[in-house]
């Protein structure tokens, strides 16, 4: 059952929702993934680079920003979306056949 840590008692329910939670942003990733590959067919059929550095600084600059206003640390997860990014670029690039 879905509880707030403040209402969580026990280590089994600490689990139970960290789990839980992790579940949700699994899903979340896979959705963000689906835009991965739709933005490489738009892009082939505007002539863009998988790799548009200033997209990826705005983004890289988003995450940083999000995460401080929730009180999360923003470098560490800029980091996080430094590697999103990364892997993202790659298959972009390979769908486009940049590689």
């Given at each position: 059952m879905?509880?707030?840590?403040?209402?969580?008692?026990?280590?089994?329910?600490?689990?139970?929702?960290?789990?839980?939670?992790?579940?949700?942003?699994?899903?979340?990733?896979?959705?963000?993934?689906?835009?991965?590959?739709?933005?490489?067919?738009?892009?082939?059929?505007l002539?863009?680079?998988?790799?548009?550095?200033?997209?990826?600084?705005?983004?890289?600059?988003?995450?940083?920003?999000?995460?401080?206003?929730?009180?999360?640390?923003?470098?560490?997860?800029?980091?996080?979306?430094?590697?999103?990014?990364?892997?993202?670029?790659?298959?972009?690039?390979?769908?486009?056949?940049?590689?």
């Amino acid at each position: 059952m879905a509880k707030t840590a403040a209402d969580c008692t026990t280590m089994a329910e600490i689990r139970e929702n960290i789990d839980r939670v992790d579940r949700a942003l699994m899903a979340l990733f896979a959705e963000r993934w689906s835009f991965i590959g739709r933005a490489a067919e738009i892009k082939a059929g505007l002539g863009i680079p998988a790799d548009v550095p200033e997209r990826v600084r705005e983004v890289r600059d988003n995450a940083h920003r999000n995460a401080e206003a929730l009180g999360l640390d923003g470098a560490f997860y800029e980091g996080i979306w430094a590697e999103l990014i990364d892997r993202a670029i790659a298959h972009e690039k390979a769908l486009l056949g940049e590689e």
